[in-house]
């Protein structure tokens, strides 16, 4: 029973944080348009595998860093110095990249492994499944073992993944829609994690 309840709590807290706009889901977007569903969802893999990972990460800190909170505001600087640079790469992106009309297929293993190097540079999956654990064991709806964060990072990945998966499908059937849309990506993610990042440094000055 205890493995339904974390698999579900991890499912439900990962498809909720999914929905929300972010760089991740929007790079799916844009590669789905670019390169394919099928090479989306490889790009989904690699995201699936290091957000296990950083569930079990910041399923381990929530137990930790309530007690110690000094931690956590050095991880925000560090994390806001990555918003900025991950910021500059979009826009750097969206001024030197030339337009294609046609599809750019790119290999499964290339893809897998991008999906990696993106999700490695997301400084929110941690804080925000730290938050989330957080708030679920104040409310006494979930109680830290290894097996406990194990299971919910299960649940985690499963709804993350399903949820990427539903943006990949979706911008392939509608594309013809999103054509002015997928040109302007690059710049709408460099925008995105630009005023996050502001309102980070905002918040820590």
Known sequence: ????????????????????????????????LKSG?????????????????????????SSVLMKNSEY?????????????LISIYFFRLHFISRKHKLKIKIKKSKAYFHGIGMSLLNTFAIPFYFTSISFLIVLDYFEYSF????????????????LYALYATVASRIEHKLTFFATKMDFILGCLTGVVAIGNLIYLL
């Open 1 to 32: 029973m205890n493995f339904f309840i974390c698999l579900l709590l991890g499912f439900v807290v990962a498809a909720s944080g999914s929905i929300v706009p972010s760089f991740l889901n929007l790079t799916v977007v844009k590669f789905s």
């Open 37 to 61: 569903r099928i090479s989306a969802l490889y790009l989904i893999g690699g995201f699936a595998t290091v957000l296990f990972f950083q569930a079990n990460i910041g399923a381990y800190l």
């Open 147 to 162: 097996l406990n964060g194990f299971y919910f990072s299960l649940g985690s990945t499963i709804g993350s993944f399903t």
């Open 72 to 84: 956590i505001t050095s991880i925000q600087k560090i994390g806001t110095g990555i918003l900025f």
